[in-house]
């Protein structure tokens, strides 16, 4: 049987060590990305009200601590009362009923490669022949590195 000698036990000790204190300079993202939308032109918020046949600007400020990556809307109805709402205000609701012709959209929208920042300024045209009633906007924001947040509003097609 082999001995190990002093000088290769300090060898393997100060490998072992070397890459212990490697893994701690080494900066890993676990910061989820931010969806603003208290800025005065941000749209929609919770219980903003959109007409059919117009054309909506889907407005809030996205931020990462260090990349952005995309960003996705998706717009379906809630005539069945379901929720998703990540805001605590709460909004008047019509009665459930059936969907006959609802608006669903569901898209994502490009964010320029390299931003920590970035303020959407995203035309949605909204179908004149959509059923009126209550919607969600979900708007699903993720990072460079695969972090995503959520933000739930309750709209209300008219």
């Not at 890459?19 to 969806?35: A, F, L, W």
């Not at 809307?73 to 009362?81: A, G, K, L, P, S």
């Not at 964010?111 to 969600?136: C, F, M, R, S, W």
């Amino acid at each position: 049987m082999k001995r190990i000698t002093t000088s290769t036990l300090a060898a393997l000790t100060i490998l072992l060590f070397g890459q212990c204190g490697k893994d701690k300079n080494e900066s890993v993202d676990t910061t989820y990305p931010e969806i603003n939308i208290t800025a005065a032109d941000a749209f929609p918020k919770q219980c903003s009200v959109i007409k059919r046949g117009e054309t909506i600007v889907f407005r809030a400020q996205l931020s990462d601590n260090v990349q952005l990556g995309s960003v996705s809307v998706d717009i379906h109805h809630n005539f069945d009362h379901h929720t998703h709402s990540t805001e605590v205000e709460n909004c008047n609701l019509e009665p459930v009923k059936t969907p006959q012709s609802p608006f669903l959209m569901i898209k994502s929208f490009p964010i320029p490669a390299g931003l920590k920042t970035y303020q959407t300024a995203i035309e949605i045209p909204v179908p004149a022949n959509v059923d009126a009633g209550d919607y969600h906007f979900m708007i699903r924001l993720t990072d460079k590195e695969g972090w995503q947040t959520i933000k739930g509003l309750s709209i209300k097609i008219i």
